[in-house]
Nanobody, 117 residues
Framework: QVQLVEFGGGLVQAGGSLRLSCEVIGSIFNINAIDWYRQVSGGERGLVAGVTRGGNTKYADSVKGRFNISKLNRINAKNTVSLQVDSLESEDTGVYSC????????WGQGTQVTVSS
């Protein structure tokens, strides 16, 4: 079984930065890729960025050049994928959730990012 726990959200002014982390608890053996999704209030959840175990990345057009997703790294005995978010805009406000897929399909609870203009 796999659990995902997100960290790093918060309130930031437009133009600022945050570093979001997704900790993968449990076996990573059958995980093929990890994605970050964003859900705005009252809206649908959309893909922001993703990375495969081999290091291939993808980004939504709206965040290219501003967001950077790391590979799945083992830091301090924890398996973590990070999302560096820079030059934040008010449109980036939302709940950011981590999603892992492979033989299973796993979601975290999400972390709130609020960008004030």
């Amino acid at each position: 079984q796999v659990q995902l726990v997100e960290f790093g959200g918060g309130l930031v002014q437009a133009g600022g930065s945050l570093r979001l982390s997704c900790e993968v608890i449990g076996s990573i053996f059958n995980i093929n890729a990890i994605d970050w999704y964003r859900q705005v209030s009252g809206g649908e959840r959309g893909l922001v960025a993703g990375v495969t175990r081999g290091g291939n990345t993808k980004y939504a057009d709206s965040v290219k050049g501003r967001f950077n997703i790391s590979k799945l790294n083992r830091i301090n005995a924890k398996n973590t994928v990070s999302l560096q978010v820079d030059s934040l805009e008010s449109e980036d406000t939302g709940v950011y959730s981590c999603h892992a897929w492979g033989t299973g399909n796993y979601w975290g609870q999400g972390t709130q990012v609020t960008v004030s203009s």
